[in-house]
C-alpha cells in the first residue's frame, strides 16, 4: 500500500494487466496468443521473402504490400515480449522506460500503417483511374520516397509522447490496462497536468489517422465512380476485385482504432474487458490477418508462396 501512495517523478516500474477476469486462465490464453504471433511473423516474412525473390513482383502495389509487411512485422515484435511475459510467464512488471520505449515503437508503427494504407489506396487509384500512366507515375524513387515518408512522419509524431509523460509525476498507481504500453493508458496514471498530453494526443488521432482514413475514402470515392463509368460489366467487377484485399485491411485497422480511441476518451463507464478486446484486436488483428488475405486473395502471391515452398521442397527431398 505504501508503494501505491508514494508520488514519484518517475515510477521505478509499472504492472502490466492481462484479461480481466481471467487472470486463472491466463497460460491457456497464451497458447491462441503463441500461435497468432507464429502466424503473424511467418506469414509477414513469407510475403517480405517472396516479393523480393520474385521479379514479376517488382511492382508497385507489391513494393507497398511488402511496406505494409514489414510494419505489421514491427508491430508483432513491440508487443511480443510483455504479451507472453504477462499470459505464458505471469510476469507483469516493467521498467518505466523500458514502458515507453515500448509505448513509442507501437504508436511509431501504427502510424506507419496508416500512411502506408494511404499509399495502397493512391495505388489503386493511379492503377484504376489513369493505368497507361501508372508506372510513370508511381517510379521506383518516388515509392521510396513515400516509404521514407511515412518512417519519418511517424518517428516525428511519436517522439513528443514519451518526452511529455517523462515531465510528469505518478501518484495514481502503477497499473496499466493492457499487457503492453498505451500512451492513454500510462497517461492516466499521472497526477500533474495531463492537459497538453490529451491535446497532443487528440491531435494525432484526428489530424493524422483521420485525415489519412479520410484521404482513403476519397480515393475509393474517385474509384467508386471511375469503374462505374467501365461500361462492361466483368471488367468493373475486375477492377473492384483488385481492391477487395486493402478494404479489407482498412476496415480491420482503423475500426478497432477508433473505437479505442473513443473508450479511452469517453468511455469511463465502459467494462475494462471491451477495454482489453479493442487493445488487443487493434494491435493483433492486422498484423495476423494482413498475410493471410493477401496470400489467399491476391493470385500473384499465392502462386509465388506456392512456388517457394514447392522449391523449398524440392530442397528438403
Not at 491457456?28 to 502466424?39: E, Q, T
Not at 474509384?223 to 476485385?241: E, R
Not at 477508433?258 to 482489453?276: A, E, N, Q
Request: glycine share 6%; hydrophobic share 50%; aromatic share 10%.
Amino acid at each position: 500500500m505504501e508503494l501505491m501512495n508514494h508520488s514519484w517523478s518517475q515510477p521505478p516500474t509499472l504492472l502490466l494487466t492481462g484479461i480481466p477476469g481471467l487472470e486463472d486462465a491466463q497460460v491457456w490464453i497464451s497458447v491462441p496468443l503463441c500461435a497468432m504471433y507464429l502466424v503473424a511473423l511467418l506469414g509477414n516474412c513469407t510475403i517480405l521473402f517472396v516479393i523480393k525473390t520474385t521479379p514479376s513482383l517488382h511492382e508497385p502495389q507489391y513494393i507497398f504490400l511488402s511496406m505494409l509487411a514489414a510494419t505489421d512485422l514491427g508491430l508483432s515484435l513491440s508487443t511480443l515480449p510483455t504479451v507472453l511475459n504477462v499470459f505464458l510467464l505471469n510476469l507483469r512488471k516493467i521498467k518505466f522506460h523500458s514502458c515507453l520505449t515500448q509505448m513509442f515503437f507501437i504508436h511509431t508503427f501504427s502510424s506507419m500503417e496508416s500512411a502506408i494504407l494511404l499509399a495502397m489506396a493512391f495505388d489503386r487509384f493511379v492503377a484504376i483511374r489513369t493505368p497507361l500512366h501508372y508506372t510513370a507515375v508511381l517510379t521506383p524513387t518516388r515509392i521510396i520516397r513515400m516509404g521514407l515518408a511515412a518512417v519519418g512522419r511517424g518517428v516525428a509524431l511519436m517522439v513528443p509522447l514519451p518526452i511529455l509523460l517523462k515531465r510528469l509525476p505518478f501518484c495514481k498507481g502503477v497499473i496499466l490496462s493492457h499487457c503492453y504500453c498505451y500512451h492513454p493508458d500510462v497517461m492516466k496514471l499521472a497526477c500533474g497536468p495531463v492537459r497538453i498530453n490529451m491535446i497532443y494526443g487528440l491531435s494525432l488521432v484526428i489530424g493524422f489517422f483521420g485525415i489519412d482514413f479520410m484521404f482513403i475514402v476519397i480515393s475509393y470515392i474517385l474509384i467508386l465512380k471511375t469503374v462505374l463509368g467501365i461500361a462492361s460489366k466483368g471488367s468493373q467487377l475486375k477492377a473492384l476485385n483488385t481492391c477487395v484485399s486493402h478494404i479489407f485491411t482498412v476496415f480491420i485497422f482503423y475500426v478497432p482504432l477508433i473505437v479505442l480511441t473513443l473508450i479511452h476518451r469517453f468511455g469511463k463507464f465502459t467494462s475494462p474487458l471491451l477495454h482489453v478486446t479493442m487493445a488487443n484486436l487493434f494491435l493483433f488483428l492486422t498484423p495476423v490477418l494482413n498475410p493471410l488475405v493477401y496470400s489467399l486473395k491476391t493470385k500473384h502471391i499465392r502462386s509465388a508462396v506456392h512456388k517457394a515452398m514447392k522449391g523449398r521442397g524440392h530442397l528438403l527431398n
